[in-house]
């Protein structure tokens, strides 16, 4: 699956029912539990990465990816957006403050 895939996915999910979605219910809980879960899941990452298994690492990196698109998607965000930046960033005129 893509990051656009993903991205859909999600979206797509916007108006199911909570209690059948755990996206649906990250979706239309408070704006705070959404980014609680991309909090969690760093420091998941963090800690996956100081220790030797690689299956662990993915795992982790999944999660946080998972729960970055669901916080993208809340927030009307999209991954072309985030590929632009990331062109911005590649350019050696990059200025993080812009």
Do not use: C
């Not at 990051?3 to 199911?16: C, D, M, N, P």
Request: proline residues 3%; charged residues 25%.
């Amino acid at each position: 699956m893509t990051y656009f895939e993903l991205y859909k996915l999600i979206q797509s999910r916007y108006g199911a029912a909570p209690s059948n979605s755990y996206v649906s219910s990250l979706l239309q809980s408070k704006p705070d539990r959404a980014i609680q879960k991309v909090g969690e899941e760093a420091v998941e990452v963090v800690i996956a990465a100081k220790n030797t298994s690689r299956k662990l690492l993915i795992a982790e990196i999944t999660d946080l990816i998972f729960h970055l698109t669901v916080v993208m998607v809340k927030k009307n965000l999209t991954w072309e957006e985030i590929e632009t930046e990331l062109d911005k960033r590649s350019q050696n005129s990059y200025d993080p403050s812009s």
